[in-house]
């Protein structure tokens, strides 16, 4: 079943606190992705990891890193996390490289930081 | 850079209704064009997509014709239902975008509302 599941998918922090998000695929898939979703703005992206340790900034990277060391597993972190990263994060991920491939989204997080 | 534009906001319409969700795009290469669907509380899932010119994708009713002259890939139903109630996203994935070939670009949703 092919799946891409995140975690948590509420979260509530202060401004200031540190953020993990994890997202996990069951489908051996080389590219994943990190996307926010906000009203009126659509999906933007914000890192794409062609493979383990293998990371690339999207869109809009600023105050956000990414880590994978492992291909199943791919992880959002935010130091100090401010007002305006309040927002819906999505989880992707794709076989392969080839530009009509199909992304496998997660279920996405909330993340409301007060 | 790469760019979609599609209908704004919100569609309203009854059941039976005929669709149409304009989707306009500008890229520096030969893009692959998508639809998304995303129904509440998910993520996004692929609608279908399509490579090539006049190609014509399609899934569960819905369906869209890639039109390089007119840079377009308008989706189209031709009886709605309430269960199709949903954001559409149009995307594209453009191989000439200076190796950036594994991104999505995204328009910003729309969304469709249907009443019984």
């Known amino acids: 079943d092919m799946k891409v599941t995140q975690m948590p998918r509420y979260l509530i922090k202060r401004m200031g606190e540190n953020v993990l998000l994890e997202c996990g695929q069951d489908?051996?898939?080389?590219?994943m992705y990190w996307y926010r979703q906000d009203p009126g703005l659509g999906l933007q992206l914000i890192y794409i990891?062609?493979?383990?340790?293998?990371?690339s900034e999207g869109d809009i990277p600023k105050g956000y890193r990414v880590s994978r060391k492992k291909r199943e597993h791919f992880s959002l972190i935010l130091d100090s996390a401010k007002t305006n990263q309040t927002s819906v994060y999505f989880c992707?991920?794709?076989?392969?490289?080839?530009?009509?491939?199909?992304?496998?989204f997660g279920p996405g997080t909330r993340l409301t930081v007060l | 850079g790469d760019s979609v534009t599609q209908t704004e906001g919100q569609v309203a319409l009854s059941e039976e209704d005929f669709l149409t969700i304009h989707c306009n795009y500008s890229?520096?290469?030969?893009?692959?064009l998508f639809w998304y669907v995303q129904y509440p509380g998910e993520g996004p899932q692929l609608l279908f997509r399509?490579?090539?010119?006049?190609e014509k994708g399609s899934s569960r009713g819905f369906e869209a014709t890639y039109d390089k002259g007119t840079t377009s890939f308008h989706l189209r139903k031709a009886s709605v239902q309430e269960s199709d109630s949903a954001v559409y996203y149009c995307?594209?994935?453009?191989?000439?975008?200076?190796?950036?070939?594994?991104?999505?670009?995204f328009g910003k949703g729309t969304l469709l509302t249907v009443t019984p």
């Open positions: 992707a991920s794709s076989i392969g490289t080839a530009n009509y491939a199909e992304q496998f």
């Open positions: 489908m051996s898939h080389e590219t």
């Open positions: 990891s062609y493979d383990v340790d293998s990371n």
């Open positions: 890229a520096s290469g030969y893009p692959t």
């Open positions: 399509a490579s090539r010119d006049k």
């Open positions: 995307a594209l994935s453009d191989p000439g975008s200076g190796g950036s070939n594994y991104k999505l670009t």
